[in-house]
C-alpha cells in the first residue's frame, strides 16, 4: 500500500514562499511519475504541477509556471514543490497524488491517480 504524507503548508504574505513536502512510503518510489494538485474553497480541484520518472521532465498548469518548481528526490522517497511569488489566488489544500502503478504513463487529470495525502494547507494573505 502507497502512502503519501504532505507538509510545509502555512500562511504567507503575498509575494512570498513556501516549501511542500510530500514523503511517499511502499511502492517503488523511483518508478512513480507524481504530481501536486490543490482544491480552493468551492472549487474542484486542480492540477499544479507534475515530474516524471527516470527523466525528471516536469510539467506545470498554465497558473504555476513560472512561479512553482517541481522536483524529486528519489532516494529520500520524497517530492516537493518550491512556491515562489504566492498570490491570494494560490490560497488552497495542497496534495501529492500517486498513480496506481509504477512506471504508469498519467495526465494532468485526478482519475490518472489512485494514492493521495490528506493535504498540506496553503493560506496567502493579501
Known amino acids: 500500500q502507497v502512502q503519501l504524507l504532505e507538509s510545509g503548508g502555512g500562511l504567507v504574505q503575498t509575494g512570498g514562499s513556501l516549501r511542500l513536502s510530500c514523503t511517499v512510503s511502499?511502492?517503488?518510489?523511483?518508478?512513480?511519475?507524481m504530481s501536486w494538485f490543490r482544491q480552493a474553497p468551492g472549487k474542484e480541484r486542480e492540477f499544479v504541477a507534475r515530474?516524471?520518472?527516470?527523466?525528471?521532465?516536469?510539467y506545470y498548469s498554465d497558473s504555476t509556471k513560472g512561479r512553482f518548481i517541481i522536483s524529486r528526490d528519489d532516494a529520500k522517497n520524497a517530492v516537493f514543490l518550491q512556491m515562489n511569488s504566492l498570490k491570494p489566488e494560490d490560497t488552497a489544500l495542497y496534495y501529492c497524488?500517486?498513480?496506481?502503478?509504477?512506471?504508469?504513463?498519467?495526465?494532468?487529470?485526478?482519475?490518472?491517480?489512485?494514492?493521495w495525502g490528506q493535504g498540506t494547507k496553503v493560506t496567502v494573505s493579501s
Open positions: 511502499g511502492g517503488t518510489f523511483s518508478g512513480y511519475t
Open positions: 515530474i516524471r520518472w527516470g527523466t525528471g521532465d516536469t
Open positions: 497524488a500517486a498513480p496506481k502503478y509504477a512506471y504508469m504513463t498519467v495526465g494532468s487529470t485526478s482519475p490518472d491517480y489512485t494514492y
